[in-house]
């Protein structure tokens, strides 16, 4: 596995991004807001409205200071997830309004804090989870989201590790229950989920892993997952011919007639877990593949079948779970045994490529075209490299650019990705 | 909690019963089939097609003898459960042809083995799985499904044991993850499982249990459950009452509108679990509500509702476990757990009532009433007990006579309940 602190740079810049670097304030009602004194401004990445890359843009935004509770972070490194690409789109259930910061990621340093924040320290080395804004030089986020990292974890890692670790583990041991000798599917494995997943299994001893990646990844990750298949391939037959039996714990990001296909790959007491939906996204804005369609065309699942099969059903969303349903307590006890596995150095996030906030196109467009293996990182002190000829291979979005002429007046503002 | 040795006798017997004993020899084709020479008879319990009490009665069989593979017992108690209640109406999925024996879960003693039995030697004290044909005085059953009781368990514990708390104990251990703390809502909470539920609870500290059971069985079950509601009411308002946030497991038996209602209750990472489909039943025989038409009228359930909400929900049928899917291994394993808890005195099978096989019908009617608190077992080796005058309150089958003498010519033999 490559070592996360040697990730390639991010790759793929255009030579004009600097100019997207425009004071936005007069734009955005929030740092406008201020009146006559001088706040202090950061920089941001701000999503103007839903849509095609050309939504996002780096801004200047009044700097936040933490209220009750809340730890303000100068950030250092953000994740950048398949949800933050379907967040563009709008392609969510309840989307917020925009303009926005995304993110729901990062790690940084305690600069700050407000009232009630028993425990930590100006200087603390943490990461954290923040409900949108988290693509941002500064964060205030409340206590209960952020933790102190390990000495040796790096900020790159820290980023790299949160929403990933976490969830993997909390489906791998905490929905399921992840036991010697068992079995695993997991698509996209070369993906930042996948990867965790796969180094996850790794700790219990005799686990299976099976896992779909894109081919050109799996010379990569092969060590990484006991049996890799193309992504662009039925897996449900190739499974069978290694274990007719099928597996203990299927984990789908994908949706829609995977969920009958993972169910019916189940082993009796067997778990499947949806936790994405990331076949909802097709082009580059929202689909007719939206979320709400999307919603009645997912297979559902009668009760008794389960009954008469043995067989698990479950969904993990950590972001409802921290955000929505007060599972702080749960995922705290998770970080605080992902950190005790990083300290023994029995997982490692392995990280794809560093990106500067000015790059943030090229990064989504990267996981679009589900290019990575392993995570994507915003790093805030980053300046954006210039175009690199060798990446010019990468699948390009021609054929989405048609939908973003006709749907979209603000194109003359789109950055193309490697002309 | 009454303790197991000192059941009361099975009541409401009626002075026909024992004309009820015939030779059934030229009816049944299996003990025909044996030609000149002399076999060996038993009493079972027949079935002698699916529909009211009147196709039960007790016969003569020719004894089985033991295959490669096989243990013979000779029975001295069986359990008697809702599923054969629905089973003597045919109200499940691909019944198989009558005449049969009906009973899943026997207790005795080896009697003999069949070649590759190691482990069993005659004279050992088992309980046993089997697939229908339990309620006999001889049985004959893989190994896979017998076990070696503990010195201290008496015969009729032991088959009030097997299912009961062999399926509470792998849906609360093994398919979700009961733990401190945790809160668990069982329905039927007098019955066999709900019972074996309520205890196992207990073993786990500050195990919070919600229950519903008949209004006149709370003052017997009492102790065992932490929140006792009337089966008759809406139990959602009741739990949120004490509970807001829900509770972390739910087992539901009942099925239909139950399942919105029990995976609405669960906290985020909670989970749900289908194991009977009680609610099925009920008349005395096959209903309207008959298997096929549930299936279609039980809500289905989106998984991406599972994803934003964070639940599971998984069904359970430790009989499709054991014999149609290969589970013996886990369901040892659950078995060994559960002599363990039994040795150390943390858990005891709560006996309802005792039953000459001669009895079955009165206690196939206890069972539909839901008059019972605890098992309900038939005691091979007992005699029918003379009518008890004052069981003569319960409720009797009268609005389903009608519908019998419809539709069956058998009725003559019917043996009246409590007349």
């Not at 990867?195 to 990484?224: M, R, W, Y």
């Not at 996981?367 to 990182?377: A, T, V």
């Amino acid at each position: 596995m490559k070592p996360a602190d040697a990730p390639k740079d991010g790759a793929g810049m255009a030579a004009e991004t600097e100019r997207m670097i425009e004071r936005d304030g007069a734009k955005e009602p929030e740092s406008a807001a201020s009146g006559g004194e001088t706040r202090k401004e950061m920089r941001v990445v701000l999503l103007t409205g839903f849509g095609g890359l050309n939504k996002l843009r780096v801004a200047k935004k009044a700097m936040p200071e933490p209220q009750e509770g809340e730890v303000k972070i100068r950030v250092k490194a953000c994740g950048l997830n398949f949800l933050d690409l379907m967040v563009r789109q709008g392609n969510i259930d309840n989307p917020p309004k925009t303009p926005l910061v995304p993110g729901f990621e990062c790690s940084g340093i305690v600069e700050a804090m407000g009232e009630n924040t028993q425990g930590f320290e100006i200087g603390d080395r943490v990461m954290a989870f923040v409900n949108y804004s988290a693509w941002a030089e500064v964060v205030c986020t409340p206590l209960d989201f952020v933790y102190k990292i390990p000495d040796d974890m790096t900020f790159i890692e820290a980023a790299a590790f949160s929403m990933n670790f976490v969830a993997a583990y909390m489906m791998l041991f905490e929905v399921a229950a992840l036991r010697e000798g068992m079995s695993v599917l997991v698509h996209s494995a070369g993906g930042g989920v996948g990867q965790a997943v796969a180094q996850l299994c790794s700790t219990v001893s005799n686990v299976t892993v099976f896992g779909t990646a894109s081919p050109f990844k799996h010379e990569a990750i092969k060590d990484s997952v006991t049996h890799l298949f193309d992504r662009n391939i039925d897996y449900v037959p190739e499974v069978k011919k290694i274990s007719p039996e099928g597996v203990d714990i299927v984990l789908d990001c994908l949706c829609g007639e995977n969920t009958g296909k993972g169910l019916g790959l189940l082993k009796p007491l067997g778990t499947y877990i949806l936790y994405g939906s990331s076949n909802m996204v097709t082009g580059e804005t929202k689909s007719f593949f939206s979320f709400a369609k999307s919603w009645w065309q997912v297979e559902k699942v009668n009760p008794i079948k389960l009954y008469e099969e043995n067989k698990v059903m479950a969904g993990f969303s950590l972001l409802n779970l921290l955000f929505k349903q007060g599972g702080c307590k749960p995922v705290r006890s998770a970080v605080e045994k992902l950190f005790s596995l990083y300290n023994q150095k029995k997982i490692k996030p392995l990280v794809d490529s560093l990106w500067a906030l000015e790059e943030v196109k090229e990064a989504m467009q990267r996981i679009h075209d589900r290019g990575n293996i392993g995570k994507l990182i915003l790093d805030v002190e980053k300046p954006p490299t210039p175009l690199m000829a060798n990446d010019s291979t990468e699948t390009s979005e021609a054929g989405e650019d048609e939908e973003e002429h006709e749907g979209d007046s603000d194109n003359k503002e789109r950055m193309p990705f490697i002309q």
